[in-house]
C-alpha cells in the first residue's frame, strides 16, 4: 500500500540544543572535522547509520538521548563553541576582506554558474569532476572570503547510482530526492510565500521555485522546476542531471542561463545582497545567461543590443573543461531559433550569430555553446597551462589572424579543497595554528612531515591503508549480493601491507580504464607476486549513453571476477564522494593513463598526492606542469605513433617497466624497522612540493587575481556615462572599414644576414579606409621560420606612427627600429589590428590584417 502524501515531522529540539539545527543547514559540517565530532557525540550508532548526515540523523535521536545531552555541561559547551565558531567563520574577515581593501576594483559579488555541484554526499547533483571542482570551487571561496553567489539546478534524481548485473554490465538507478531532507531551504519573500522565477521555453512559461544550500559563506541558488504549477514535461526539466535528448539539455540550459540570472536577481532583492557585477561561467551549459544579461540592459535600459553587450562581455568570464570539439553542446539552428525567436528585444539573427560556427571547419547548422560563451565573455580561460593551450589551438579559428599563442584564452589550473579531501589524521598534523610561519599557506604548514619520525608517518599511511580496505570490503560485499556471487572471498580482499595502485574517474574510451589489461599474463605476476605483490582498486562511472565505456566497465569487472586475481584487483561500484574521501588515502599510487592531451585537468591525482600518495600518469593536464621525480612517474606519451592498438601496447610497456622497475622495488625496500625510509621520503617531499599548489584555495586567488579584479574593474569602466555607447559605435565603424585596411608597402634595408644585436628599420605603409591611426595598432610579427615560412614562437612588437599629420589618400606611415636577438632562421610580416584603451587585448575584436 502506498502513501498518497509524504510530510516531514521536525524534531523538537531542547533550548540548549537549538544550535545544532544551524550547524546542520549550513553544510560547512561537511568539510569541518570539529563539528562533525559534535554531531557523532549525539549518538556515534545513528551518526553511522545514517551516513554521517545530521538532518537524517537529528529525527532518530530519542527524546530521553536528547534531554541527557541538554544536560551535559560539557556537550552544551562544545556545542556552543562549535556554534561560535561557526559564526566567527561567517562573519570574520578573510584574505579576500584584505584584498579587496587594497584593491578598490574587486567585485562586491559574483554569480558562479555551474550545471552540477559536488558538495557532500548528502546532497548528490553532481556526476563526476566538473560537479566536485565547482563544489571545490565554493568552499574554497568561502574560506576565502570571496563573495561568490552558486547557481545551479535542483534534480529531483540527482545522478545515477551504479551497481553490477552478474555479467559485469553497469546498471543505473536513479534515486528520488525530496527536497525537504536535503540540507537547503526554500527562498521565501517577507511574508513567507515562496519566491518564484518564469522562463519560457519551447514557447511555454516554466515557473521554478528557488533552493538555497548553505556553503559555509556562499550561498548556493539551485532552481527547481518540480511545481504543480508547471505542466509535466516542464516539471521533469529538473528530473536528472544530463539526462533526456537535446531537446530536454537545450531546456536545462535555457533555464541554467536565463533562469539563473533571474533567480541571482531575485535572491539578491530578498536577502539585500549586492546584485554580481562579474559573472562566471563554469562550462557551456551556463552561457545562456549572457543574452538574458543582454536583454536585461535592452528592455530596462533602452541600451542597443551592441551596447548592451559590451557591458555584459566586460563583467563576463567563461572557463572551458573540454579538450576536444565533441565535448561541446552544439544544438541545432533551428532548435535555438525556435527557443529565442520570441526573446524580445533581442534579435534572432544576432542571437543565432554569437553561436555560429562561422569560420573555417564550422558547420553553420549547428549553434555551439563555447563559441557563445567565447562571444559574450571578455575572458576566457582553460583548467590547466597544457589545456590552455589546447583550447587556444582548438578555437584559433575564431581568431584567424592571430598565432595560436595570441588566442585570448589563458588558464587557472584547478585544485582540491585541502579540508574535504585531506584524510583528517594528517590534516592535524598539517595545520598551523600560526599562519605567518615560512611555509605555512592558508594555515598549514607543508613542511610539517619533516618533523615527524618515517616510523609515524608509515604507521598513519598503513592504518589509512586499512580504512580504504574496511570501505572496498562493505562494497565489494554489497556488489557480491546485488550480482548474486559468492562473497567467501571478500574477508581477504586487498591487504594492508600490500603496495595499492588506485584508479577512479569516469568511463570515458580516452581515459582508457582497460590499458593496464594490455598484458593480461604479466599483470597477473605482477599481482600474485610471492614477496613484493601489488594490488589495484578501481571505481568509476559510465555515462548512462555510453555502451562503450560500459563495455570497458565490464571487461575490467570480469577480468577482476577471475580466480586467479579475485581480491588483488577489484572494482568498486558507485564513485562518488564517499567512495572517493576513503580511497584517495589509502593508496600509495595513483594512475591515471588518457590519451594526451584529452585530460583538461584530472584533479583525482591533485587529492591523492596530498594524501602522500604519488602519480603515475602521462603527462597530461595538471601533472604536465607539476610533474616532478619527487613526487611520481611520468608514463611516456607516444603521440607519434598513429595507430591506436600499436599506441596503446607501446605505452602499456613503459607503464609496466616503471612498475616493475621503479615503483615496487622502491616501496618493498625496507630497512631494519620494515619502513621503506625512501618511499617515505619521497612522502615528505610530495605533500611540501605539490601541496600548496594543488589546493583549490589557489586556484580561487588565481580568479580573484587574474580574472574577477580585472573584469569587474572593466565593467566599471564600460559602465560609466556612454562609455559602453561610445565602444560598441567604436567597433561598429572598425568593422565597417575593416575590409578595406591593408598593409600596401614594406620596406626595409635588412639584409640576408645579420649579427644578434643589430638593428634595423622597418616601414610600413597601412590604408585605413577612413579609420583614424589611433584606431589601430600596426604590429610586427617575428619569429622562427620553418621549411614553409610558418612562424613559431612569434615576437609582437608594435611600430609608431611616422609623423604627426594625417593620412595621404587614407595611406598611414608607420617605423619601427627592430633589434635581433637571437642567432637562426628568423622572419617576419606586418599586421594591423584594432586597438582601443577598453579592449581587453589586440585580439578582443578577431580582427587582423595581414601582410600579402
Known sequence: MRAIRRYIVQPVLPEALRPLGELARNLRWSWHPDTQEVFRAVD?????????????????????????????????????????????????ERWYQNWAAEHAACPRSIGYFSAEFGISKVLPQYSGGLGILAGDHLKAASDLGVPLIGVGLLYRHGYFIQSLNASGWQQEHYPLLDPNELPITLLTDPQGDPVLIEVEIRGVPVHAQLWIAAVGRVPLILMDTNLEVNGEPERLITDKLYGGGFD??????????????????????????????????????????????IRERMAEEG???????????????????????????RFGMDQVRAQFASFEPLPIDRVLGLGAEDYAGGDPSRFNMAVLGLRTSQRANGVSELHGEVSRAMFQPLWSGFDVSEVPIGSVTNGVHGHTWVHPELQKLLESPIDDAEGVVDGWDWHALDRVDDTDIWTMKRQMRGQM??????????????????????????????????????????????????QPERLKKLLNDPETPIQIVIAGKAHPADDIGKGLIQQMVQFADRDDVRGKIVFLPDYDISLARPLYP?????????????????????????????????????????????????IPS???????????????????????KEIVPKFYARDANGIPTGWVDMMRKTIAGLGPKVRATRMVRDYVTKYYTPAAAAATRVAANGTAEELAAWKQKVRRAWPGVAVLRVESQLPETVEVGSSHT?????????????????????????????????????????????????????????????????????????????????????????AQ
Open 638 to 660: 607516444l603521440e607519434a605513433i598513429s595507430d591506436p592498438a600499436e599506441r596503446d601496447a607501446a605505452e602499456a610497456e613503459a607503464l609496466y617497466e616503471i612498475i616493475e
Open 469 to 518: 580496505i574496511s570501505m572496498a570490503r562493505e562494497r565489494l560485499a554489497a556488489s557480491a549480493c546485488s550480482r548474486g556471487m559468492s562473497s567467501d572471498w571478500i574477508a581477504t580482499a586487498l591487504n594492508p601491507h600490500t603496495l595499492t595502485i588506485g584508479f577512479a574517474r569516469r568511463g570515458a574510451s580516452y581515459k582508457r580504464l582497460t590499458l593496464m589489461l594490455n
Open 44 to 92: 556515534p550508532d545513528l551518526w553511522a547509520s545514517s551516513g554521517q548526515d545530521p538532518l537524517k540523523m537529528l529525527p532518530q535521536v530519542s527524546p530521553e538521548r536528547l534531554n541527557l545531552l541538554a544536560h551535559d555541561r560539557r556537550y552544551v559547551r562544545n556545542l556552543e563553541l562549535a556554534r561560535e565558531d561557526l559564526a566567527d567563520y561567517l562573519t570574520g
Open 248 to 293: 530536454h539539455r537545450l531546456a536545462q540550459e535555457v533555464l541554467l542561463g536565463v533562469g539563473g540570472v533571474r533567480a541571482v536577481r531575485e535572491f539578491c532583492r530578498v536577502t539585500g545582497r549586492p546584485a554580481p557585477s562579474v559573472y562566471h561561467a563554469n562550462e557551456g551549459h551556463a552561457v545562456f545567461m549572457g543574452l538574458e544579461r
Open 586 to 634: 589509502g593508496c600509495d599510487v595513483w594512475l591515471n593513463n588518457p590519451l594526451r592531451p584529452m585530460e583538461a585537468c584530472g584533479t583525482s591525482g591533485m587529492k591523492a598526492a596530498m594524501n602522500m600518495a604519488f602519480n603515475l600518469s602521462i603527462r597530461d593536464g595538471w601533472w604536465d606542469e607539476w610533474y616532478g621525480p619527487d613526487c611520481g612517474w611520468a
Open 762 to 850: 622597418i616601414e610600413a605603409s597601412v590604408q585605413l579606409n577612413g579609420l583614424d591611426a589611433r584606431d589601430v595598432a600596426v604590429e610586427l610579427v617575428s619569429g622562427e621560420v620553418d621549411a614553409t615560412d610558418e612562424l613559431r614562437n612569434v615576437r609582437i612588437t608594435r611600430f609608431a606612427r611616422a609623423g604627426s599629420g594625417g593620412t595621404t589618400d587614407g595611406e598611414a606611415l608607420f617605423t619601427l627600429t627592430d633589434v635581433s636577438r637571437s642567432a637562426g632562421l628568423v622572419g617576419y610580416t606586418v599586421r594591423v589590428v584594432p586597438d582601443n584603451p577598453l579592449l581587453a587585448g589586440p585580439a578582443e575584436m578577431g580582427l587582423a590584417m595581414v
Open 303 to 329: 541600451a542597443s543590443f551592441d551596447s548592451a553587450m559590451e557591458q555584459v562581455r566586460a563583467g563576463t568570464l567563461f572557463t572551458t573543461h573540454t579538450p576536444v570539439p565533441a565535448g561541446i553542446d
